[in-house]
């Protein structure tokens, strides 16, 4: 290859690099998953939404849901864009809101997708969100209609 074509090339990767978000280019689509003894194996967005937002509290066996967060940036924006309509600083904001009120508690939140899904997979109940392309483990995951 000749040095301009190089360059040319070289040029041309750092406009894309520079124009196309990072996260575009390495982040997945999110996943709910939940416990492998969660009942419900599809979900509505209205019902993924009332679920963190603390309004659907049983699943259809009348057990307890018990849903956690993960705080990794670009997923959380993600799912809270895609299924809560709410900003990560609104939810946050949400919840110490129900807090103050004595109305909830902060949901549980979790800087490691691995501490994340252990979570999950040892907690009867428990539901949450990953990255498609993060390793799912030892839960299920949830269809969303």
């Not at 939940?34 to 993924?48: C, F, I, M, R, W």
């Not at 009332?50 to 049983?58: D, H, M, N, R, W």
């Not at 807090?99 to 040892?122: I, S």
Request: aromatic share 10%; net charge positive.
């Amino acid at each position: 290859m000749k040095k301009s074509s190089f360059q040319t090339v070289f040029r041309i990767m750092i406009i894309l690099m520079t124009v196309l978000s990072p996260s575009l280019l390495l982040a997945g689509e999110i996943i709910v998953i939940a416990n492998k003894n969660v009942p419900d194996s599809q979900l509505t967005k209205d019902e993924v939404k009332a679920i963190f937002l603390g309004e659907k509290t049983k699943w259809s066996n009348d057990s307890k849901v018990s849903f956690v967060v993960l705080k990794t940036p670009e997923d959380q924006e993600k799912f809270m864009k895609d299924y809560v309509g709410k900003s990560p600083s609104q939810f946050n904001n949400f919840w110490k809101q129900q807090v103050f009120t004595g109305k909830g508690k902060m949901p549980e939140a979790f800087d490691d997708v691995k501490a994340l899904l252990d979570y999950v997979a040892k907690t009867d109940g428990a539901i949450a969100y990953i990255s498609s392309d993060a390793p799912a483990g030892n839960v299920k995951k949830v269809e969303v209609k």
